[in-house]
């Protein structure tokens, strides 16, 4: 019943930025906190950030503090992860996520959008 469409990936060089977006859609009201998640080949899928329904209360991972900042536009219904001075290291996947407010627990997935960034 929820959607979830993630955008904006692609190739940028080291020290670059980038913006994901993540489109949601049909039953959005029962979304609760949204977040991001990347998986680099070979590895687990990691968390890393996310943001409350309201948007007031932001986590991150401490790999991309001080450089990623997520936020939310309600009218819209997408969230957005700001990238800046990119890393080789931050290649990966890119996926978003949603909680749904019974559950408690993130369970809705976007198919992903890959980040490459090159040294």
């Known amino acids: 019943q929820v959607q979830l469409v993630e955008s904006g990936g692609g190739l940028v060089q080291a020290g670059g930025s980038l913006r994901l977006s993540c489109a949601a859609s049909g039953r959005t009201f029962e979304i609760s906190r949204m977040g991001w998640f990347r998986q680099a080949p070979g590895k687990e899928r990691d968390f890393v950030a996310g943001i409350s329904r309201s948007g007031g209360s932001t986590t991150y991972a401490d790999s991309v503090k001080g450089r990623f900042t997520i936020s939310k536009d309600n009218a819209k219904n997408t969230v957005y992860l700001q990238m800046n001075d990119l890393k080789p290291e931050d290649t990966a996947v890119y996926y978003c996520?949603?909680?749904?407010?019974?559950?408690?627990?993130?369970?809705?997935w976007g198919q992903g959008t890959q980040v490459t960034v090159s040294s």
């Open positions: 996520a949603g909680s749904q407010i019974v559950i408690g627990k993130y369970n809705y």
